[in-house]
């Protein structure tokens, strides 16, 4: 596994953190725009382990829909 992979699985426990610990206003949009962090979250957590595990391919099909939650969460 390369630096990279590594960073990237690195970082991941440490954005869940944060996220956890951060106070969210009531209502629809800003729980809404959380719910798509979480997914990207857990889709960039996905992609580094199929990188690690060398699957590309499977790692490349979640890069079109961490994109699509990032973009409606925004």
Known sequence: MGAAQDSLRELV?????RVRSLLIPPGRRPQLAVSCFAIA??????????LGW?????AFALVRPLFEATVKGS
């Not at 426990?13 to 953190?17: C, D, E, I, R, T």
């Not at 060398?54 to 499977?58: E, P, V």
């Open 54 to 58: 060398n699957l590309y391919a499977s």
């Open 13 to 17: 426990p440490l954005l869940s953190q």
């Open 41 to 50: 979250l857990e889709h960039q957590q996905a992609i580094a382990t199929l």
